[in-house]
């Protein structure tokens, strides 16, 4: 399967715990974004990464959420002492790139259900 | 004022039916428009891109409105299938971020 992979599709975490959310890209892409959907919500933009480098953070919360794409391995997002809040869908997404021209795609993982207990 | 708004519905229409469903953005400098489908909370899955001229693709048609920012997705034929939650979607530029709007229930009934 060539498509984007997410693990764990499911995490439970305890309040003040850290939570650690894995993305690989599809084949061929370089870009990862994260999104988050709480309960009842839309889909909210947080980050967009590109190999050791972010891109656009404007959405990630201002303490507590970090993201890393490093040259190998999956992109992690990172969620310390987590709070009830938290509890949400976790997406990431890919893609080719950024630019003018022809339209860029995202293509979105399983997703992570993240709950705070 | 979300950037991206929708009915949120639900539509609930016979199998066979033709629906449309509309979106407006605020931005004027967005760039990029995408219909996603989310079935249950999965996943959402581009269902077809935007164009200004309009797109279609098989019982799917897409309409850009950019003096009016308007967006249009109508479905002919309705399948039981199509129940799912729409998204109406843009982007200010090639790639980057997606701005979701809430998503259009539909519901297909025999």
């Known amino acids: 399967n060539a498509g984007v992979m997410q693990n764990p599709r499911h995490l439970v975490r305890r309040r003040g715990q850290e939570a650690r959310l894995r993305c690989s890209p599809m084949?061929?892409?370089?870009?990862v974004y994260w999104y988050r959907q709480l309960p009842e919500e839309g889909l909210k933009f947080m980050v967009y990464?590109?190999?050791?480098?972010?891109?656009?953070e404007s959405g990630m919360p201002k303490e507590r959420f970090s993201a890393e794409f490093p040259k190998e391995g999956p992109s992690i997002l990172r969620i310390q002492q987590v709070v009830r809040g938290d509890s949400a869908a976790y997406f990431c997404?890919?893609?080719?790139?950024?630019?003018?021209?022809?339209?860029?795609?995202?293509?979105f993982g399983p997703g992570t259900r993240l709950t705070v207990t | 004022r979300k950037e991206v708004e929708q009915d949120p519905g639900p539509f609930n229409v016979p199998e066979g039916a033709t629906v449309a469903f509309n979106c407006t953005y605020s931005?004027?400098?967005?760039?990029?428009f995408f219909w996603y489908r989310q079935d249950c909370r999965k996943e959402p899955k581009l269902l077809m891109s935007?164009?200004?001229s309009g797109n279609e693709d098989g019982r799917f048609t897409a309409q850009l409105n950019r003096a009016s920012q308007y967006i249009s997705l109508l479905i002919r034929d309705s399948k039981l299938s199509d129940s799912a939650t729409y998204l109406c979607?843009?982007?200010?530029?090639?790639?980057?971020?997606?701005?979701f709007g809430q998503g259009t229930e539909l519901s297909v009934k025999p």
């Open positions: 935007v164009y200004s």
């Open positions: 997404a890919s893609s080719t790139g950024q630019g003018f021209g022809p339209i860029i795609k995202q293509y």
């Open positions: 931005n004027s400098a967005s760039q990029s």
């Open positions: 990464l590109q190999k050791e480098n972010i891109i656009d």
């Open positions: 979607v843009s982007s200010y530029n090639q790639g980057g971020k997606l701005i």
């Open positions: 084949k061929g892409h370089s870009h």
